[in-house]
């Protein structure tokens, strides 16, 4: 079964500023769809090719470093997609709940996630994630996941440069601003929250 790259659940334009077109355009449709292929090539005729995408991360995890890298990346744009919304969203009273506990308010949660964020050296990651009943920030480095841990992922945020280069420059913290401001679908992250286990890759 090859897996198809994801479509975008809003059209080029709805995340702009913060996220041009063209960037989703590159970002999207040639970093993703690289990922995509990548795994797809190397699952071909072997015993992940029916897997689910999880499960050949879970497969993949310390044994063949390439199909690791490609089909983990291929999850979390996949997630980081469906983590920006185009629309105003909040978070349910539960998550919201939760975040007050954890972080002291939405806006305290919004301001760590840009602080750690922008403090992560190289590319990688920057999650809201549950775990027993309880919210935090993890960070994955290059193209490590949650898709196979322990915790439930409930947003994430993209931090290798091709994410934000075309708009923002070298500037991450421009972007992590204009991303956790404005365009966090918080209602994903509910979603997420509600259901209690991993999101599924459906590409």
């Known amino acids: 079964m090859a897996f198809e790259l994801t479509p975008l659940p809003y059209d080029d334009t709805a995340l702009e500023p913060a996220v041009s077109a063209e960037t989703l355009s590159f970002h999207h449709g040639k970093h993703h769809q690289a990922y995509i292929d990548k795994t797809n090539a190397a699952i071909e005729g072997t015993d992940h090719a029916d897997k689910s995408l999880e499960e050949v991360i879970a497969a993949a995890r310390g044994s063949n470093q390439g199909l690791f890298n490609n089909s983990a990346q291929s999850w979390n744009h996949g997630f980081y997609w469906h983590s920006m919304a185009g629309e105003s969203t909040a978070p349910s009273d539960e998550l919201k709940s939760m975040i007050d506990e954890a972080f002291g308010s939405v806006d305290e949660l919004i301001s760590q996630l ?11 990651w920057v999650w809201l994630a549950e775990k027993g009943g309880k919210l935090s920030i ?66």
């Open 138 to 203: 993890e960070e994955t480095h290059d193209g490590d996941t949650l898709a196979d841990s322990d915790f439930n992922p409930l947003l994430t945020i993209d931090l290798w440069e091709h994410a934000y280069y075309l708009d923002h420059q070298n500037k991450r913290p421009a972007y992590l601003k204009a991303v956790t401001e404005e365009k966090l679908n918080w209602a994903f992250a509910s979603e997420n929250l509600a259901r209690g286990s991993t999101w599924s890759y459906s590409g």
């Open 114 to 124: 840009q602080d750690r964020g922008a403090g992560h050296f190289a590319s990688g």
